[in-house]
């Protein structure tokens, strides 16, 4: 594996027990900040969760549009009533095909 580059020299032989220090403590904070990001990434139900939040808000805001546009210009109501039954039937045709 290769360790990211932090842009700090390593302590060299001449360096004395603050130079040290200092560098341990940041090897520390750099490790605690790659562990929470493995963490966060093997954290299936929070991401389970955060993704239906994200496809819950995207669909509302699809749906939100669409009564705004049906309800500004009620001629095209009925092609884009057609077009989402269409692709809700296309959904299920999809859905109990893969079960």
């Known amino acids: 594996m290769t360790t990211p580059n ?15 220090e200092a ?3 940041q090897t520390r904070d750099e490790l605690g ?5 493995l963490s966060s990434k093997l954290d299936v139900k929070e991401r389970t969760r955060q993704k239906a939040a994200d496809t819950k808000e995207r669909v509302a ?7 705004h546009t049906a309800t500004d210009n009620p001629s ?24």
């Open 61 to 67: 805001a699809g749906a939100d549009s669409l009564k």
């Open 33 to 37: 900040q790659t562990v929470a990001a």
């Open 6 to 20: 932090s842009g700090r020299p390593e302590p060299g032989p001449s360096a004395d027990i603050s130079d040290i």
């Open 76 to 99: 095209r109501t009925v092609p884009i009533a057609a077009i989402v039954v269409l692709a809700l039937l296309a959904g299920i045709v999809v859905w109990r095909r893969r079960r």
């Open 23 to 25: 560098d341990i403590e």
